[in-house]
């Protein structure tokens, strides 16, 4: 069975990739031609979706995973930046490979990572993967806003010259907590000026949100122990963003979660994407993110694992099923946020994120207990049960990168 995310399923279907990796021809079986120089592989009894877009990542923290208990996130934030520290840029490619090879046995053949070492870059353009780089800007003192630019716009050049054919690049100012007001408006300005996609950890935490909205709180002890002053209130975390210049189609919100319904209008009314990752912040205790009021208001919205510093793994299916019930979605609905939404979140959905001619033969196949019910929604519901070790093969480029064949597959 074939899962476009875009048409309706397919039942005995087959699936032609070009030279060049991208999808040549997709339908019925017999519909779709068969060179005679084209190598078949056939899955009995298994399912081919869109590979998966994880749309928040932190794969350069990998070797973190299971290491950070901190119970209070403005611990575990500082937590984290002590762990990173000392670590050589080495390390940070190690882990990040690691990372994108993990990604695949999930399923995961697109990520939005964001970072601020060179490592997610370097594993993506090494092992030919897909993704969205943000090379995070972070400093919360005014005066060393220009030293910042500097180095990040020191750090893009340098992407620019070494990123594979299917690795973007991105900027991403930090979060509130860590990122001076002149510094987001000039990133923001820069990105722009660049024509780079944005993106920004933004109301995550009930912390943030009063560090912003009343200067108190765990992060604002950490800046009067630097000795720099909050900046005046403001009446949210996004809002802020709003009127900095920030927040635009280019924008990508990660989490957002402590919100209210001005901030989903201003949301809508920039036309800023949205990526949830609702495991992490249930990790966390930050609460749940409105799905359903984003999907009412019209806002793109992707699904993300965040790292696995926080959630041990990068099951976006898992991230799915959580979406699901926090919005009483239906399982195609879900799926497509782990697909085509994901795509059209990141700005891609012309490249990836569904089974169309033209874009990229990025394919995930899941074994199936049974037959799969012949009703769509039936299918949908079955196929977002899927565990990991449903999954037989992933395809990036119509290259496979993660395939576990036994009894699944019949390469001819």
């Not at 060179?118 to 005066?143: F, H, K, M, N, W």
């Not at 300005?189 to 024509?195: K, V």
């Not at 449903?390 to 576990?404: K, L, M, N, Q």
Request: some cysteine; hydrophobic content about 45%; glycine content about 10%.
């Amino acid at each position: 069975m074939i899962w476009p995310a875009t048409a309706p399923a397919v039942f005995e279907g087959a699936l032609l990739v070009d030279s060049q990796g991208r999808i040549a021809a997709v339908g019925p079986e017999q519909e779709v031609p068969c060179p005679a120089d084209a190598r078949a592989v056939r899955f009995a009894g298994a399912a081919l979706l869109p590979g998966l877009v994880n749309a928040h990542t932190h794969l350069e923290l990998t070797g973190l995973r299971g290491q950070l208990q901190e119970a209070d996130f403005v611990q575990w934030i500082q937590a984290v930046r002590r762990a990173k520290e000392p670590l050589p840029e080495q390390t940070y490619l190690d882990w990040a490979i690691q990372g994108v090879k993990e990604a695949w046995r999930y399923g995961i053949t697109t990520v939005a990572d964001t970072g601020t070492s060179d490592g997610v870059l370097r594993a993506l353009t090494q092992l030919a993967a897909s993704g969205t780089v943000y090379r995070e800007a972070i400093q919360p003192d005014p005066a060393r806003a220009e030293g910042e630019m500097a180095r990040l716009e020191d750090a893009i050049a340098r992407w620019r010259s070494e990123a594979g054919p299917r690795v973007r690049i991105g900027v991403s100012p930090h979060a509130p907590y860590t990122v001076s007001r002149p510094l987001y408006q000039q990133v923001a300005a820069y990105a722009r000026s660049q024509g780079l996609p944005l993106a920004g950890h933004v109301a995550e935490s009930f912390a943030e949100s009063l560090f912003v909205k009343a200067a108190r709180g765990g992060f604002a002890d950490l800046w009067r122990r630097r000795g720099l002053k909050p900046g005046p209130a403001a009446p949210s975390p996004v809002r802020l963003l709003g009127d900095l210049g920030v927040l635009g189609p280019d924008f990508l919100a990660i989490h957002a979660v402590q919100v209210d319904r001005a901030d989903i209008g201003v949301l809508r009314q920039t036309g800023s994407a949205v990526v949830a990752c609702p495991r992490s912040n249930a990790r966390h205790g930050h609460g749940a993110p409105p799905l359903s009021q984003y999907l009412e208001a019209g806002i793109r919205l992707a699904l993300g694992t965040d790292s696995v510093a926080s959630v041990d793994d990068l099951d976006l299916w898992a991230e799915a099923r959580e979406a699901r019930l926090m919005a009483g979605l239906s399982a195609e609905a879900a799926l497509r946020l782990l697909t085509i939404e994901g795509a059209k979140a990141l700005g891609q959905e012309a490249e990836i994120g569904s089974l169309e001619p033209g874009k990229w033969a990025d394919l995930v196949v899941l074994r199936l207990p049974g037959p799969l019910p012949r009703k769509p929604d039936l299918a949908a519901e079955a196929l977002l049960l899927s565990r990991p070790r449903d999954i037989i093969a992933t395809f990036v480029s119509g290259r496979p990168v993660h395939e576990a064949y036994p009894g699944g597959a019949e390469p001819t």
